[in-house]
């Protein structure tokens, strides 16, 4: 396994106990989340990019009391959300954990219920890293990328995104609104790559 690079003054490495396995939190300050590492809504500790212009974590829009991970400017006065991972499930519990799996994948537990953000099989250790243009890598020990949140959209779009259509892969690159200030699961607007031309059009969902 290839360990990131560190970057606090101190390596702390903390312990906890939960329904019989032994999650071990991730660095104070750190790019990456190694394969058994973890985040929670509860600890001081943040996925910043190596340059800080991103930041990886749960958080609350509004006055919402859902806990959600996401993406944000880590530079701006407001906090800007860019990315959600789990826009279309809300999580009320604040004891969740957001996890690079013993199977590799990257997912949210609440107790026993895990909510898969990625769906790769691989045989090799994996690690997520966020990069300096806000997309979040996940990635095995020769450093492939085995997936990334660029290829899964939300509301923004980033330099390095795409909208449109892959044949190859079979994949949409397409936007969509919020429902609501404090609720980001799919709103009714939508930003895509109008599938008889090259035109990209915003259309109202279910209009």
């Known amino acids: 396994m290839k360990f990131s690079t560190r970057r606090c003054s101190a390596n702390l490495v903390f312990l906890l106990i939960s329904s019989g396995f032994h999650w071990q939190f991730a660095d104070a300050f750190t790019d990456t989340i190694l394969q058994g590492?973890?985040?929670?809504?509860?600890?001081?500790?943040?996925?910043?990019?190596?340059?800080?212009?991103?930041?990886?974590?749960?958080?609350?829009?509004?006055?919402?009391?859902?806990?959600?991970?996401?993406?944000?400017?880590?530079?701006?006065?407001?906090?800007t959300i860019v990315w959600v991972a789990n826009r279309e499930y809300a999580f009320k519990n604040p004891s969740v954990v957001l996890t690079v799996s013993t199977d590799g994948n990257l997912e949210i537990l609440e107790g026993k219920f895990a909510y898969k953000v990625t769906s790769i099989s691989s045989n090799r250790n994996t690690s997520a890293t966020l990069l300096d243009s806000g997309n979040l890598v996940l990635r095995n020990d020769n450093s492939t990328i085995l997936w990334q949140s660029f290829d899964y959209p939300s509301h923004t779009f980033l330099q390095g995104m795409k909208i449109g259509y892959d044949k190859r892969a079979g994949k949409t690159w397409s936007l969509t609104s919020w429902k609501s200030t404090e609720d980001p699961s799919p709103g009714v607007f939508s930003l895509e790559h109008d599938p008889n031309g090259t035109i990209v059009q915003s259309r109202g969902i279910g209009h």
Not at 38 to 66: D, H, K, M, V, W
């Open 37 to 79: 590492q973890s985040i929670t809504t509860s600890q001081t500790i943040t996925i910043i990019s190596a340059a800080g212009n991103f930041e990886l974590g749960f958080f609350s829009p509004g006055n919402s009391t859902n806990y959600y991970v996401g993406i944000w400017y880590k530079k701006a006065s407001d906090q």
